[in-house]
């Protein structure tokens, strides 16, 4: 197998090639969020399906390309949608663009999700700051021989929510007056969303929210030493604890907050 610190290689100097070359945040942009990326200006966009050693994605709501440019006067790099891991794509696969925002020279990432809500505080429309996460997933993107170069063997994980980040977030939603819940993301391998009796169990387990991404992004940038803001869009209370489930309403959801999401992403950027 190709090592990693040689794909890598191929795909920064692919994206410098087609003129990325300074970039300070990445951003993940989860289902319905990624119209923020059409507000980068200078924008260089890159289709996935023309990055070397990127997958393709095609799920509703994601539009599958990179937007490099400068958003809040910062330089940015935005995954305009993500790859799953059930879609069957193998964990490395899914976290690979957080390696190459790494390589790429990111000190930090924002991620962004869609999410079911746990938290009976909680009402669909609600951001939620991530301060932690629970991977339960039963899979980990760093299973397997650890490349040295790229990062420990054993990461440790007490912060990997950056916790100045936090901070900035609290900080700028309340200058916007936007509610900001926060809490612990629980992360499922999906499609199915859970059961209700998952759902009670994840409540006991201590989630505020679960959802199908992030946690194994979030697993890579800890490793390769990226600070992260992590944002979900509650959109919709989890199961058993409204009537049914669909993508629909998740879409609705966040097409309904995205105003919000947007401003404070860029409020949190420009802090
Ligand atoms: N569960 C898992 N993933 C989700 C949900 C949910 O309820 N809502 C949006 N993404």
Do not use: W
């Amino acid at each position: 197998m190709t090592k990693l610190s040689e794909m890598l290689k191929e795909t920064t100097s692919f994206l410098k090639e087609k003129g990325i070359k300074e970039v300070e945040f990445g951003l993940i942009l989860g289902s319905g969020l990624g119209e923020l990326a059409d507000e980068i200006e200078d924008a260089i966009a890159i289709p996935f399906s023309e990055i070397p050693h990127f997958a393709v994605s095609a799920v509703v709501g994601h539009a599958g390309k990179l937007v490099y440019g400068t958003l809040s006067g910062k330089k940015v790099l935005a995954m305009q949608g993500r790859f799953h891991y059930y879609e069957g794509h193998s964990m490395q696969t899914v976290t690979y663009p957080v390696r190459m925002m790494a390589a790429i020279g990111a000190h930090s990432i924002i991620v962004t999700n869609a999410a079911g809500g746990v938290n009976e505080n909680f009402t669909p429309g609600n951001l939620m700051l991530i301060t932690d996460h629970i991977n339960f997933t039963f899979d980990n993107p760093l299973i397997g021989e650890n490349e040295d170069e790229m990062g420990p063997r054993f990461p440790d994980m007490s912060h990997a929510y950056t916790p100045e980040y936090a901070e900035v977030a609290r900080k700028v939603a309340k200058a916007q007056n936007v509610p900001l819940q926060e809490g612990v993301y629980m992360g499922f391998s999906g499609p199915t969303y859970e059961t209700p009796a998952e759902i009670r169990m994840s409540r006991v387990m201590g989630a505020d929210a679960v959802g199908m991404s992030t946690v194994s992004e979030v697993i890579v940038a800890a490793h390769s030493g990226l600070k992260v803001l992590g944002i979900s869009c509650i959109t919709n209370l989890a199961a058993g604890m409204q009537s049914s489930l669909n993508h629909a309403e998740v879409v609705e959801t966040t097409e309904r907050v995205k105003g919000q999401f947007k401003e404070l992403v860029k409020a949190a950027l420009a802090a």
